[in-house]
Antibody, heavy 120, light 107 residues
Framework: EVQLVESGGGLVQPGRSLRLSCVAS????????MHWVRQAPGKGLEWVSG????????GYAGSVKGRFIVSRDNAKNSLYLQMNSLRPEDTAFYYC?????????????WGQGTLVTVSS | DIQMTQSPSSLSASVGDRVTITCRAS??????LAWFQQKAGKVPKLLID???SLQSGVPSRFSGSRSGTEFTLTISSLQPDDFATYYC?????????FGQGTKVEIK
């Protein structure tokens, strides 16, 4: 069974940083692209960032480009999101999601999410 | 960036109704489109990918189609379990983008 467990969320002040982690199990992590998707409370879904199986291709939404950095450690079955210069509008549930393949073939599984609240 | 325009934003329907949700891409995305269902307080669930490929375990009353850059999710006979919010999402190219969502409510 695919499991994606996010951690690292919490309350942070504007301008500060936070690092999210996602530990994967139940599939061959190194064979899949991975993505972060977020959802502000009561709002729609927003794709945040994606990274292919070997970190060869990385992408970001315009709203986070230059502030967020995605990375992965295939030896640890882990995905990360370093979030810098956080803004109140970054407040959301952040979901770790699994791609069905190596090269961005679409999301097929979601984690339960971790809540990030940016507020003074 | 590719914009996904989803309509309607909400609809009210009765059990047994045929429901259609549309998503239009701002440029060609081939068939690289997925539909997700999200129930209140739950994580989104993949229903359809590659525009029309129904995921294992998803009821056959759900179907997806494509005409050019317009994509449609159809529920042939709405069931009580189908009341939820539905999102389209393109994965043709980064940055991936979602539609605004369609909330399907009980009439």
């Amino acid at each position: 069974e695919v499991q994606l467990v996010e951690s690292g969320g919490g309350l942070v002040q504007p301008g500060r940083s936070l690092r999210l982690s996602c530990v994967a199990s139940g599939f061959t992590f190194g064979d899949c692209s991975m993505h972060w998707v977020r959802q502000a409370p009561g709002k729609g879904l927003e794709w945040v960032s994606g990274i292919t199986w070997n970190s060869g291709t990385i992408g970001y939404a315009g709203s986070v480009k230059g502030r967020f950095i995605v990375s992965r450690d295939n030896a640890k079955n882990s995905l990360y999101l370093q979030m810098n210069s956080l803004r109140p509008e970054d407040t959301a549930f952040y979901y770790c999601t699994k791609d069905r393949g190596r090269e961005n073939e679409g999301i097929d599984h979601w984690g339960q999410g971790t809540l990030v609240t940016v507020s003074s | 960036d590719i914009q996904m325009t989803q309509s309607p934003s909400s609809l009210s329907a009765s059990v047994g109704d045929r429901v259609t949700i549309t998503c239009r891409a701002s440029q060609s995305i081939s068939n690289w489109l997925a539909w997700f269902q999200q129930k209140a307080g739950k994580v989104p669930k993949l229903l359809i990918d590659k525009a029309s490929s129904l995921q294992s375990g998803v009821p056959s009353r759900f179907s997806g189609s494509r005409s050019g850059t317009e994509f449609t999710l159809t529920i042939s006979s709405l069931q009580p379990d189908d009341f939820a919010t539905y999102y389209c999402q393109q994965y043709n190219s980064y940055p991936w983008t979602f539609g605004q969502g369609t909330k399907v409510e009980i009439k």
